[in-house]
T-cell receptor, first 116, second 116 residues
Framework: DGGITQSPKYLFRKEGQNVTLSCEQN?????MYWYRQDPGQGLRLIYY???????QKGDIAEGYSVSREKKESFPLTVTSAQKNPTAFYLC???????????????FGPGTRLTVT | DAKTTQPNSMESNEEEPVHLPCNHS???????IHWYRQLPSQGPEYVIH???SNVNNRMASLAIAEDRKSSTLILHRATLRDAAVYYC?????????????????FGQGTILTVHP
């Protein structure tokens, strides 16, 4: 089955701890994304990666870090510097294309992080 | 970024058609109109997209106004499984070295309730 997996589904951490969220895809997509969703709100882009060993900040990157050592994997670390880390985190991927081409994004099931 | 405006919520009865409106008065000539939906506690899923002409697929139809300042997502026969938050999104293309990535900017969307 092709798709995106995120683990775990629920994650609980104490304030001040770093935590890493997993995202794996077997769709052979070049581009991967991390979004954050707060209750009743839309998604906001944290980081994105167009290719292995390269990633760019999105709209709300402060307090987060990522790596892209493999095409299939794009883990997100929520650091202690993130002021309000409790949220629903969604990973997505899409094929990479030439300028002007459009591709849909495929989303994982999400990880709900609670920090107390 | 060009913005979209959607009603906060809409209701429908099962088996009836649903018309979900979206206003995007500042749309640029190269913006694609995308629709995604998000079921409770899940990641969003792609529904449909279009540029200028009306579009149909197995999930829905997309009607685009002639001036492209508005569009309507049409679910021909709503089912209980269609109850979700529907997002109308204009694709913001960012060029980087000849390739592009599809940054999706999500608003709050329309909460669709389907009554049995």
């Amino acid at each position: 089955d092709g798709g995106i997996t995120q683990s775990p589904k629920y994650l609980f951490r104490k304030e001040g701890q770093n935590v890493t969220l997993s995202c794996e895809q077997n769709l052979n997509h070049d581009a991967m994304y991390w979004y954050r969703q707060d209750p009743g709100q839309g998604l906001r882009l944290i980081y994105y990666s167009q290719i292995v060993n390269d990633f760019q900040k999105g709209d709300i990157a402060e307090g987060y870090s990522v790596s892209r050592e493999k095409k299939e994997s794009f883990p997100l670390t929520v650091t202690s510097a993130q002021k309000n880390p409790t949220a629903f985190y969604l990973c997505a991927s899409s094929p990479q294309g030439l300028s002007g081409r459009w591709y849909e994004q495929y989303f994982g099931p999400g990880t709900r992080l609670t920090v107390t | 970024d060009a913005k979209t405006t959607q009603p906060n919520s809409m209701e429908s009865n099962e088996e009836e058609p649903v018309h979900l409106p979206c206003n995007h008065s500042t749309i640029s000539g190269t913006d694609y109109i995308h629709w995604y939906r998000q079921l409770p506690s899940q990641g969003p899923e792609y529904v449909i997209h279009g540029l200028t002409s009306n579009v149909n697929n197995r999930m829905a139809s997309l009607a685009i106004a002639e001036d492209r300042k508005s569009s309507t997502l049409i679910l021909h026969r709503a089912t209980l499984r269609d109850a979700a938050v529907y997002y109308c999104i204009l694709r913001d293309v960012v060029d980087a070295g000849g390739t592009s990535y599809g940054k999706l900017t999500f608003g709050q969307g329309t909460i669709l309730t389907v009554h049995p």
